[in-house]
């Protein structure tokens, strides 16, 4: 249902107080400040007028995961454990990935059930960087900084990537910094030198870091100030 809609339905205001409500942003849905009449309004939403709560919503999840080599980011597989396997929780089947991951990468992956939070982080318009620690077949050359910051054309979506930052670590092992999650997109971007991709794990989705306390297929929640900062 419309916010406008949903507000003027409540006892408490009338038309001409729910469009002053929003023009004063005063409404929040899900933590998030709206002005948009046709702003939506689902079941589950949590809907606030300046401190009051007129509708509580569904508890939000939001669980960081040290993803392991050979699981799947998915919610299900017929032949591969997957991410989810991993995660202990009631109602897991309201969880969802924010950010996949490929089958053997490692390393951060965020899981919630709060839709409006993982599209904040995952849309590149945010162009939250995400950073990869790598490790490559062959040398990484000097090269490879220039052209990922000048950005590399992708046929098959018929794109040129974002710039992406390359610090060297070592000859075959750098840090790359991406604002984008195209498909395979390292690994692509390694493999225009012909340099395969041996070892890739995330270590942050912008200001989300991988907890190093967690070891390979641990998880834990967020802390709510974490959740706070997407
Ligand atoms: N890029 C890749 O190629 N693989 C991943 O898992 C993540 C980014």
Redesign the pocket.
Known sequence: MRVDRFLSNLPCFNRKQVRLLLVEKRVRIDGKVVSDPHSEVREFSRVEVDSDVLQVGKPLRHFMLHKPAGCVSATKDPQHPTVLDLIHEPDKDELHIAGR??FN?TGLMLITNDGSWSRRLTQPQTKLPKV?YVETEHAIGPEYAIKFSEGLYFAFEDLTTQPAGLELLGTKCARLSIVE?RY?????MFGHFNNK?MR?H?ERMGPLVLDDALKPGEYRPLTVEEIGLI
């Open positions: 991951l490929d990468t990869y999650g395979h997109q390292v690994k692509r991709v890739l995330r």
